[in-house]
């Protein structure tokens, strides 16, 4: 019986790639890991709540744009 070579998937590597770049620059910029301790839980998610919200604001940005160029 044959052996099958694993399958990459393109998509998921991609994105470890980025996870990893970002890890980096946020290492780079703030001299910490997510491995921090000096945050409590409430903090983390304020943090992921903020980060929500920016979120929502480029989505809309990116909606508007489509709506006014194509009408």
Request: hydrophobic share 40%.
């Amino acid at each position: 019986m044959a052996t099958e070579a694993p399958q990459t998937d393109s998509v998921v590597a991609a994105v470890r790639a980025d996870l990893l770049r970002r890890s980096e620059l946020g290492i780079a910029k703030y001299g910490v890991t997510l491995d921090r301790t000096d945050l409590n839980l409430r903090d983390w998610l304020q943090h992921a709540y903020e980060e929500t919200l920016d979120q929502a604001n480029y989505l809309k940005r990116a909606i508007i744009e489509l709506e006014t160029t194509n009408g």
